[in-house]
């Protein structure tokens, strides 16, 4: 069984026992678990539902190795570049994104 859910603006596909990293969100320093309840799909080959677009009573529940505070990572470190040409101006920012890294525990239908 797997599910489609959307955090932060993204929809990620999990099953359970999944690792994955999730957008940074308020969560008190000492959580164990993490729960989104926007989800869209969920279902195998045979049995499916839906949502409209999210579907009523259905969770993901995440858990985390450790603590919450423990589980902040951070991703690649990107450069934009801002470029004008022929005015002899550029500008190089650097920007590195942290994100929570979650373990799919269940999928509540």
Do not use: C, W
Not at 53 to 66: C, L, N, R
Request: hydrophobic share 35%; no cysteine.
């Amino acid at each position: 069984m797997y599910a489609v859910f959307e955090h932060g603006g993204k929809q990620y596909k999990v099953a359970a026992g999944d690792n994955l990293n999730v957008e940074l969100t308020d969560v008190e320093p000492n959580e164990k678990n993490i729960e989104f309840d926007k989800v869209l799909f969920v279902g195998d080959e045979k049995d499916k539902k839906i949502g409209t677009p999210y579907i009523d009573g259905a969770k993901v529940v995440a858990s985390f190795k450790t603590t919450a505070e423990n589980a902040i990572t951070k991703g690649l470190k990107l450069y934009p570049m801002y470029f004008r040409r022929r005015k002899d101006s550029q500008r190089k920012i650097g920007h590195r994104q942290k994100y929570l890294n979650v373990t799919i525990q269940e999928i509540k239908a």
